[in-house]
């Protein structure tokens, strides 16, 4: 199961900093990920200060 970023996103951009395998990109309107990428490490749950990426 991949990490999914929620409408909370705040675009601040650490969890792409963060992610180990690059799975994280800029959107329009928020932070995407890339499901066939995620390894569903956490990393980026664990830096968001708003709590928007969570496990499907
Ligand atoms: Fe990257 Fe890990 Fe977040 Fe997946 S769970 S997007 S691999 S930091
Ligand atoms: Fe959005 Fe959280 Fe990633 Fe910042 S760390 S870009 S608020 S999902």
């Given at each position: 199961m991949a990490y999914k970023i929620s409408d909370a996103c705040i675009s601040c951009?650490?969890?792409a900093e963060?992610?180990?395998v690059a799975a994280i990109s800029q959107g329009d309107t928020q932070y995407n990920i890339d499901p066939d990428t995620?390894?569903?490490c956490g990393?980026?749950?664990g830096v968001c200060p708003v709590?928007?990426?969570a496990e499907e």
């Amino acid at each position: 199961m991949a990490y999914k970023i929620s409408d909370a996103c705040i675009s601040c951009g650490a969890c792409a900093e963060n992610c180990p395998v690059a799975a994280i990109s800029q959107g329009d309107t928020q932070y995407n990920i890339d499901p066939d990428t995620c390894i569903s490490c956490g990393a980026c749950a664990g830096v968001c200060p708003v709590g928007a990426p969570a496990e499907e």
